[in-house]
Structure formats: structure tokens, C-alpha cells
């Protein structure tokens, strides 16, 4: 079992910036890929970013350039640094940690709020 820990999601104006720590307990594999994915209201979940424990990343188009994704594997804990946020951005963001390929060690955090006024 895997318990995920959001923080730092909240309000914030257009343009500005958040930073969002999920930090992972229990049973750990030390190959592994943690993201982040986001659900706005009536819309499905996608994908923001994710990133492996090697290091390689993968951003969703509508936030390169704009997002990064880092990790500290010590501390098996992922980060989304979210500069020059959107109202489009607004959503529950959640953190998931899996293996590849897909099976049954993919976990899902309980979310965090992030809201962009305009």
C-alpha cells in the first residue's frame, strides 16, 4: 500500500505562481514514475507531468514552458512548480506514483484545489 500527501495547492491571481509537494509513504519500489494529473469541473482527468525516478520527464503541450516537474528520491516526494498560471488552470490536481508497465501499484492522492482568477 502507498499513501500519497498533497499540499500547497490554493487561490491564486493570473499570472502568479504555486508550488505543489506530494510526498509518498509506505511500500516504495525504488523504480517508479510519479505525476501529476488534473480534473476540472465536467471534465476528465489529464495528465500535467510525470516524471521517473531516472529523471526523464513528460509534460502535457498546454503547460511546457510554464510547469516543472522535480523530485527528491531521498525523500520520496514529487514537486510542480506552476509559474505564470492561467484561469485554464483552475482544477483539482492529484498525484499518482506507478510502475511500468501498468499494473496494480498505481496510487492516486486525495487531490488538492488550485484555483487562477482572472
Known amino acids: 500500500q502507498v499513501q500519497l500527501v498533497e499540499s500547497g495547492g490554493g487561490l491564486v491571481q493570473a499570472g502568479g505562481s504555486l508550488r505543489l509537494s506530494c510526498a509518498a509513504s509506505?511500500?516504495?519500489?525504488?523504480?517508479?514514475?510519479m505525476g501529476w494529473y488534473r480534473q476540472a469541473p465536467g471534465k476528465q482527468r489529464e495528465l500535467v507531468a510525470a516524471?521517473?525516478?531516472?529523471?526523464?520527464?513528460n509534460y502535457a503541450d498546454s503547460v511546457k514552458g510554464r510547469f516543472t516537474i522535480s523530485r527528491d528520491n531521498a525523500k520520496n516526494t514529487v514537486y510542480l512548480q506552476m509559474n505564470s498560471l492561467k484561469p485554464e488552470d483552475t482544477a483539482v490536481y492529484h498525484c499518482?506514483?506507478?510502475?511500468?508497465?501498468?499494473?496494480?501499484?498505481?496510487?492516486w492522492g486525495q487531490g488538492t484545489q488550485v484555483t487562477v482568477s482572472s
Open positions: 499518482n506514483i506507478k510502475t511500468l508497465p501498468l499494473g496494480s501499484y498505481n496510487y
Open positions: 516524471i521517473a525516478s531516472g529523471g526523464s520527464t
Open positions: 509506505g511500500t516504495i519500489f525504488s523504480i517508479n514514475v
